[in-house]
């Protein structure tokens, strides 16, 4: 069964840095751009960042740019998002996903496969 698994949530204080991992069984991450997205109580789903199948080309979300990097390993078959000086609006439930599309998109209708999601909280 083809699936995306995030992993490297946790509770961290404000300031802090967390990594989080995306790895899949059943695909070559490769062959797609890639992507992450956030999602808070209350709130709508929310674009993080996305990155190029080479890893060449990325693009952030206002709100975190400057503070979170996409980057991915293709030998690895991996995507990472790298977030330094964390802050409680960050508190989300942080996806990854593949997209369908050969642009670098915000959009989460550009992308076909989700994963489960992992837990970011950010205490002040």
């Known amino acids: 069964q083809v699936q995306l698994v995030e992993s490297g949530g946790g509770l961290v204080q404000a300031g802090d840095s967390l990594t989080l991992s995306c790895t899949t069984s059943?695909?070559?991450?490769?062959?797609?751009?890639m992507g992450w997205f956030r999602h808070a109580p209350g709130r709508e789903r929310e674009f993080v960042g996305t990155?190029?199948?080479?890893?060449?080309?990325?693009l952030l979300a206002d709100s975190v740019k400057g503070r979170f990097t996409v980057s991915r390993d293709n030998v690895k078959n991996t995507l990472y998002l790298q977030m330094n000086s964390l802050k409680p609006e960050d508190t989300a439930v942080y996806y990854c996903a593949r997209s369908k599309t050969p642009n670098l998109s915000y959009r989460s209708t550009d992308y076909d496969l989700w994963g489960q999601g992992t837990q970011v909280t950010v205490s002040s």
């Open positions: 059943g695909l070559t991450l490769s062959t797609r751009a």
């Open positions: 990155i190029s199948r080479s890893g060449v080309g990325t």
